[in-house]
């Protein structure tokens, strides 16, 4: 009998015990939320700089349509340049994503492609591009200096570059619009801006 007492106690105070570490864990893991800021799409140094003038182009799309990337826009919004490959499975998956965002925020989509015109011509079988124009140019890419891909740069109605960076994710494409609505570079610069506020 006093077996069963002394096993009933040990049992409760490992449980009382599990409990204390539990809730130590689940402060530490609010801690790690609280301190881990957002982060946003992945800006190089390298480039024209966000604030600056895009590059200007005039030249035709893989279907011959003349585009104009840089300038003012046509019709007075936004340009999301956004530089892939063919070849690239990161890029395959976000496009229906850029599709999306795309309608939803009403800018326009450049995509922006180098490679051999059989890779151009399988992607283009397999996606509907409807609004998005499609580019195939190395001199856009090295005039933006792209290292690597997917990357975005988002341009205002004036040809001014608002946000760039590698968009790996929808939280990638996304934060280049956030980026441009908030007025900051990134989100990773809005953060820190945050906090020197509250300090």
Not at 118 to 146: C, D, N, P, T, W
């Amino acid at each position: 009998m006093t077996f069963l007492i002394a096993s009933n106690i040990v049992l409760w105070i490992a449980l009382l015990g599990v409990i204390v570490v539990m809730l130590g864990l689940v402060r530490q893991v609010g801690l790690l939320h609280e301190r881990s800021s957002p982060m946003g799409a992945m800006i190089t140094d390298h480039g024209p700089d966000i604030g600056d003038k895009a590059p200007e182009f005039d030249l035709p799309d893989h279907f011959g349509r003349p585009v104009r990337i840089g300038g003012a826009s046509e019709r007075g919004r936004p340009t999301l340049l956004m530089f892939t490959a063919p070849t690239c499975p990161v890029c395959d998956k976000l496009f229906p994503i850029i599709q999306s965002i795309a309608r939803a925020e009403n800018i326009g989509v450049v995509m922006i492609s180098d490679g051999a015109a059989e890779e151009h011509a399988r992607f283009l079988k397999s996606h509907e591009l409807g609004q998005i124009r499609y580019v195939v140019s190395a001199e856009i890419g090295m005039a933006f200096q792209v290292g690597k891909i997917p990357y975005g740069v988002l341009l205002d109605a004036e040809g001014v570059i608002r946000a760039k960076g590698l968009t790996n994710t929808r939280e990638h494409l996304e934060s280049l619009l956030e980026a441009d609505k908030t007025g900051f570079a990134s989100l990773q610069q809005f953060m820190a801006s945050r906090k020197k506020t509250a300090a």
